[in-house]
């Protein structure tokens, strides 16, 4: 993976914004909510990026929003990955009815507009974290469950899986130890990237002002920093970089992945 | 062959006919799960909540009926197009979201024009002219633009093009007071679309030139591409003519599957530009509580989109005389057979806002 440029600086990036989350509480242990300097402070004056209306730091809550944006993407990443295969996997290896009535649902998931969807859920339900993470999961697992069926599709009609069925293996078995390991280099790079799609929904949704209240995310963090946008860019701007960066390392790994993983695929 | 079409795109929209079903049940049923119900939120507004007035409600709206009757009522009201009534706005919910459909519409038009223009453009480009200094150029701008927040692009457009540089509006779809018609007002509604339609056509901009370029790299190595070079063709005929035309497909297919997901981001450019279409008026929904509203706009959102897909179906039988009428599209993979299939997929995963 480190092999390519482009890998190496989304690692080394995704590093970075990773050390930053968890080093948080003790780069800065007042927390992101403590008002202490001047209000509208432009970056590299008394505070490195600035102050926002209420005189808090605004590096401050870079940090702790990194906490929150890498929680997000990768739970509901793990989410969509687990639910998303589950579902492509029995459905590709049994057929059938089975296979029919999953289509029909992932069909339904993929006709609804997903980010509107998300909206309605996270509404209906209440903004919190868990309620996010789970609206996001379950408008965006349905393309990953049609992937992985492909994909499965394919392998179950290899000869090796042939011979393990004469060889009276169990269909549990065969899906596990035979079909899993093939499919699971698609499934790793088709997740990669669910977890930058993840992080940029959960921005979108606290912008709007759908995230939880309680905690400080790079999207509220923009949302808020809109009403000050003619006097205060930095407000607006550094949060967005923040998550420009973040979702960037990530498309740049799930990219070197792709091609470490699937060399056959190389475009 | 008007005729098969017609009976085609019918028979696509009674296909999408399940699908519209399972979202009214779905939006019954997150309406109940909802805390708190209709009668609640209209006591609490009128400042009176005596049980007597509460009853009065529920009666009234029939919310004291077994749950199946309810359903039943609710789904007859749906088939009239009467998705219930907006107590923020004091009327239907079906007529205020018509009014604004329009204004979408506009919004959306314009980004899919700019997005998918110079997506092939910038994609050709980079395909054309691969391993220079104007390709990496190209594809790093594709990269960059694919990892950034709609939002957060608008903010910066706003920034740059209408308070450093006071060329566009920040906000609204025409002057305020402004009582212009004919092609002043069309003038005036172009100079407020700009900002907005840039915006939402960024992204999908960067997702089509990467197809793009991937789809006319392929397309270049292909045989017939060689036999044109042996005739002794000119370079831009063999571009423009044979390429160009081939590997323009599974972009189309793209952006045809892409509909739904601008939909859904055309909610938080309105929001951030004060558009005054579908995606404001959602956006105004979730501030005032009013469900109603944002499931009536969730819905015909969904309809909108088994629409557009059974149209798109029809666009690519004309663009690709090889795909058949009578078949079951294969329109989420590329009708290209030797397309990027693989790049398609992966990219298939991205729908964001």
Same mark, same amino acid.
């Given at each position: 993976m480190l092999r390519t440029p482009q890998g190496a600086i989304g690692l080394l990036l995704l590093l970075f914004v990773a050390g930053l989350a968890l080093g948080a509480p003790w780069l800065f242990?007042?927390?992101?909510?403590?008002?202490?300097?001047?209000?509208?402070s432009a970056p590299f004056g008394e505070f490195l990026l600035g102050t926002d209306m209420l005189g808090r730091d605004i590096a401050a809550g870079i940090a702790y929003g990194a906490r929150i944006s890498l929680i997000v993407g990768f739970v509901a990443a793990l989410v969509i990955v687990v639910l998303g295969t589950v579902v492509g996997g029995v459905a590709g290896y049994y057929g059938g009815r089975v296979d029919a009535a999953v289509m029909r649902v992932t069909e339904f998931f993929q006709t609804i507009p997903t980010f509107i969807g998300a909206i309605v859920i996270v509404a209906v339900l209440g903004s919190t974290l868990p309620n996010v993470v789970g609206a996001i999961a379950i408008v965006s697992w349905a393309p990953l469950a049609r992937l992985v069926r492909a994909e499965v599709i394919s392998v179950k009609n290899r000869e090796y899986t042939s011979a393990c069925l004469a060889l009276g293996m169990s269909d549990m078995r065969i899906m596990l130890v035979q079909i899993l390991p093939n499919v699971l280099s698609t499934i790793t790079v088709a997740g990669s990237l669910m977890v930058a799609t993840a992080i940029l929904f959960e921005s979108g949704l606290s912008f709007l002002g759908l995230g939880d209240p309680n905690i400080m995310t790079w999207g509220f963090m923009i949302g808020a920093g809109r009403a000050a946008i003619r006097t205060a860019w930095w407000m607006v701007t550094i949060p967005g970089i923040a998550v420009l960066l973040t979702v960037l390392s990530i498309n740049l790994i799930g990219d070197a992945l792709n091609e470490a993983l699937n060399p056959r695929h190389k475009s | 062959m008007w005729a098969t079409r017609g009976r085609y795109v019918l028979g696509r929209l009674i296909h999408g006919l399940p699908i519209i079903l399972a979202i009214v049940v779905v939006n019954f049923f997150l309406i109940r799960l909802a805390p708190g119900d209709a009668a609640q939120v209209m006591a609490g507004e009128s400042g009176a909540a005596s049980p007597e007035y509460m009853a009065q409600i529920r009666a009234q709206f029939g919310l004291d009926q077994p749950m199946y009757v309810q359903f039943l009522s609710y789904m007859k009201n749906i088939l009239v197009f009467?998705? /219930?009534? %907006?107590f923020r706005h004091s009327r239907g919910v079906a007529g205020l979201i018509f009014e604004r459909l329009g204004t979408t519409a506009l919004l959306m038009a314009a980004s899919m024009v700019i997005s998918v223009g110079f997506g092939i453009l910038l994609g050709a480009i980079a395909a054309v002219r691969d391993r220079t200094w104007t390709a990496n150029l190209i594809v790093t701008f594709a990269i960059v633009t694919y990892a950034t927040p709609l939002f957060w692009v608008g903010l910066m457009l706003i920034i740059a093009?209408?308070?450093?540089?006071?060329?566009?509006?920040?906000? /609204?779809? %025409?002057?305020?007071g402004a009582t212009t018609t004919g092609m002043r007002h069309a003038l005036d509604v172009a100079h407020h679309l700009v900002l907005p339609a840039l915006t939402l056509s960024f992204f999908y901009m960067a997702l089509y030139t990467r197809l793009m370029r991937s789809s006319m790299l392929e397309t270049l190595r292909m045989d017939f591409i060689n036999t044109a070079r042996a005739k002794g063709l000119a370079n831009g005929t063999i571009v423009y003519r044979h390429a160009l035309r081939n590997a323009i497909l599974p972009v189309l297919t793209m952006a045809g599957v892409q509909v739904s997901s601008m939909l859904g981001g055309s909610v938080i450019v309105e929001s951030v530009f004060g558009w005054p279409g579908l995606g404001l008026l959602a956006f105004e929904a979730l501030f005032s509580r009013d469900l109603n509203l944002l499931l009536g706009i969730f819905f015909l959102s969904s309809i909108l989109v088994v629409i557009t897909n059974a149209i798109v179906d029809v666009v690519y039988t004309i663009v690709d005389p090889r795909i058949e009428l009578r078949k079951a599209p294969a329109r989420r993979k590329s009708p290209f057979k030797s397309g990027p299939s693989n790049g398609a997929d992966r990219n298939a995963i991205h729908a964001k806002p």
């Open positions: 242990p007042e927390g992101p909510y403590d008002m202490l300097g001047t209000p509208f | 009467d998705m /219930g009534y %907006s093009f209408a308070i450093h540089l006071p060329w566009f509006p920040t906000s /609204g779809i %025409s002057v305020v």
